[in-house]
């Protein structure tokens, strides 16, 4: 039987235990009594019951005293007090004390079955939040990142360390490799996982448009603001804020950005009232932050204040053993939401996955399984539904170490400006799809324009 069909009277009085009986088992719900205060804690300890009527006058114990009890339980049923001897300030404090409804004596018949019905409705959404909550929280958490290896470990160890605290967290790594991910599952191991936990792609929203994203606006602020609108500090109030690719923010920005990590408040684009707020701000970049610094893009002084945690993710192919239970996972993941039945890789398919660089990291990784999941006929991945650029059939041609060796870094720098040009020029010198072709985003791929000294069309 679920909790939804049991109710709880608790009445020393046996004639109000009969009508409240004949009443409910009428509504067909499972009625369980008990005499006293002790009984009734004993009762709710043994079985989960969705709503509890309460008679304040019990031969034990007060009946807000069995209430306070009944709060302190993992699971308390929705509670409605009854009485003869109502007082208003009885009424509050059995409502500050978590009481659903306070109800008279006498009652009409009609008045009890909807504040059961109520009270029952209450329970099952509270439950049904808790249940989301605790998904939210198992999703999120750090145990669901995959990792076996030493550094991604050190990652848990840190973030167990750090969600607890009210510290900024910077949180460091190549693009796809899972800050966000890191972001959330602190989030969810913190004080503040029942609050919002929001997030903004700094690099993907127009300069002049970032600024009322993430502080608001009053009405008329600017040419088309037609209406008042919240900024996402006030929509994360009481959670944690994610600023993802920081180091995109322009430098006024950064300014105000400043302002609210150091007094907790901030105003309105064109208002001039001060703003209240406890946000929790985790940042991330793949950038390095201190070049930023001196190349003075970046505030040397908001650098040091997000600079406090600093979890820095490793590369996929810096944690080679990883990429097996990641390829399991994903295979997984995606023979499930495309009905397949579960799949494994050949032994040459593996090969290549351990052999390949993987520049785009996790989140490449995650795209060449769902691939070839999707390609796939059986329950067999093989090497076959792999993209070719994968098995090294298109990164270029072998190469001879002459005597007198080379210079490594000047080599890498001109194979990559190589493969920058070839994915413009495939492109027609779309950066956005020349930065998918190559499985990083806009702004990784621009300031690598800018670093190899590629002049754009």
């Given at each position: ?59 034990d ?14 699971h ?10 109502a ?6 404090r ?42 939210l ?68 929203i127009?300069?002049?448009l970032?600024?009322?994203?993430m502080?608001g ?18 929509v ?40 209240k ?25 908001l ?22 239970p990641?390829?399991?996972h ?20 593996l ?16 795209n ?7 390609l ?22 072998s190469v ?15 194979f ?16 956005k ?25």
């Amino acid at each position: 039987m679920s909790p939804k069909d049991l109710v709880l009277v608790v009445d020393d009085e046996e004639i109000m235990r009969d009508v409240l009986s004949t009443l409910l088992a009428g509504e067909h719900y499972a009625v369980d009594f008990a005499q006293n205060g002790q009984q009734a804690l004993d009762m709710v300890r043994e079985r989960d019951y969705g709503v509890a009527l309460l008679d304040l006058m019990l031969p034990d114990m007060d009946g807000l005293a069995v209430l306070e009890g009944l709060q302190k339980m993992g699971h308390p049923p929705s509670t409605i007090i009854l009485t003869a001897f109502a007082t208003i300030e009885r009424a509050v404090r059995a409502t500050r004390l978590g009481a659903f409804d306070f109800i008279t004596k006498p009652f009409k018949n009609d008045e009890i079955l909807l504040a059961v019905k109520n009270a029952l409705e209450q329970r099952r959404l509270r439950d049904e939040n808790a249940r989301l909550k605790q998904s939210l929280r198992e999703r999120y958490s750090h145990a669901n990142i995959i990792g076996k290896s030493a550094a991604m470990q050190q990652v848990f160890d840190l973030i167990a360390q750090v969600a607890p605290t009210r510290s900024t967290v910077l949180i460091q790594g190549e693009s796809g490799t899972g800050k966000e991910l890191v972001a959330k599952a602190v989030h969810a191991a913190s004080g503040r996982a029942d609050a919002p936990f929001v997030a903004i792609n700094c690099g993907n929203i127009p300069s002049e448009l970032l600024e009322s994203e993430m502080f608001g606006h009053v009405r008329g602020a600017y040419t088309g603001a037609t209406h008042a609108k919240k900024g996402l500090f006030e929509v994360a109030d009481g959670g944690s804020l994610f600023l993802d690719e920081i180091a995109a923010i322009p430098l006024d920005i950064q300014a105000k950005l400043l302002r609210v990590i150091q007094e907790r408040e901030f105003r309105h684009l064109g208002g001039v009232e001060s703003i209240k707020v406890d946000v929790r701000i985790i940042a991330a970049t793949n950038t390095d932050l201190q070049s930023a610094v001196a190349r003075g893009t970046f505030r040397d002084d908001l650098f040091y204040r997000l600079n406090v945690i600093v979890v820095k993710l490793p590369a996929l192919r810096e944690r080679r053993e990883d990429i097996l239970p990641l390829a399991d996972h994903f295979i997984a993941k995606y023979c499930a939401e495309n009905g397949r039945e579960p799949a494994q890789l050949e032994p040459g398919a593996l090969k290549i996955l351990m052999d390949y660089g993987w520049p785009g990291n996790v989140r490449e990784l995650e795209n060449v399984i769902e691939r070839a999941v999707v390609l796939s006929s059986g329950k067999t991945l093989s090497a076959d539904l792999l993209p070719r650029n994968i098995g090294g059939d298109t990164l270029g041609p072998s190469v001879e170490l002459p005597g007198e060796g080379v210079r490594l870094k000047e080599q890498v720098a001109g194979f990559e400006k190589a493969l920058i040009v070839a994915a413009l020029e495939k492109t027609d010198w779309n950066q956005k799809k020349a930065a998918q072709l190559l499985s990083v985003n806009a702004t990784t791929l621009s300031e690598k324009l800018k670093r190899l000294k590629i002049k754009t069309r």
